[in-house]
């Protein structure tokens, strides 16, 4: 069963730069979050999805975030433009809708912006 | 609002140690409990978790009991292993929030030493 797959697994570029994310869940689960970590603020919830509809956005830094989820089994998560404060690692993870269902994450992608 | 307050790290342990890292929480409903472990490079996975009071969670030698009176979640190990190093975090879902969103403590770093 293939767990939360996360693209690119590292990314460097230079401030200014677009940085696309991407996400595919677990098929069948309905709720997908974004996170990021770092070492000075931990892990942050940025936004989550149930049913591919935006529920709360409230942990999103600034405008130049934003996250969408056309279908299922894709989500994306893009800055634009892109500063240095913004490297972290940045984790997908989904879930069956409920609160005795674990999340499940990818293995990040590492952020690094020049 | 809902928290979890953890014991804070680092924690180091020699092989063999009994480890403890406490866990409490508030939370304005009827939480599901989770113990989460993040291995270096890897995304947070889940380790165990219970859904009532006075459940008791175990996956690979680790326990932890859902204790209601004392808003409580410790994990427990009786004999720590090297490969038990990384970073625990316990979290908990509560069905009177949005379904499926989590919060999450800050995590506890271990070191188990040979």
């Known amino acids: 069963d293939a767990g939360v797959i996360q693209s690119p697994r590292h990314e460097v570029t230079e401030m200014g730069q677009e940085v696309t994310l991407r996400c595919k869940p677990i098929?069948?689960?309905?709720?997908l979050f974004w996170y990021r970590q770092t070492m000075m603020r931990g892990l942050e919830l940025l936004i989550y999805?149930?049913?591919?509809?935006?529920?709360?956005d409230s942990g999103m830094p600034e405008d130049r975030f934003s996250a969408k989820m056309p279908n299922a089994s894709f989500s994306t998560l893009k800055i634009q433009p892109s500063e240095p404060r913004d490297s972290a690692v940045y984790f997908c993870?989904?879930?069956?809708?409920?609160?005795?269902?674990?999340?499940?994450f990818g293995d990040g992608t590492r952020l690094s912006i020049l | 609002g809902n928290s979890v307050t953890q014991m804070e790290g680092p924690v180091t342990l020699s092989e063999e140690a009994f480890l403890t890292i406490n866990c409490t929480y508030t939370?304005?409903?009827?939480?599901?409990l989770f113990w989460y472990v993040q291995y270096p490079g890897e995304g947070l996975q889940l380790l165990l978790k219970?859904?009532?009071?006075?459940d008791k969670g175990s996956n690979k030698g680790f326990e932890a009991t859902y204790r209601k009176e004392t808003t409580s979640f410790h994990l427990e190990k009786g004999s720590v292993q090297v490969s038990d190093s990384a970073v625990y975090f316990c979290a908990l879902s509560d069905r009177n929030t949005n379904a499926g969103k989590s919060t999450f403590g800050d995590g506890t770093t271990l070191t188990v030493k040979p």
């Open positions: 219970a859904t009532k009071a006075d």
């Open positions: 999805f149930n049913n591919n509809v935006p529920i709360d």
């Open positions: 993870a989904s879930s069956y809708r409920g609160n005795n269902q674990p999340q499940h």
């Open positions: 098929s069948g689960h309905n709720s």
């Open positions: 939370a304005t409903g009827y939480p599901s």
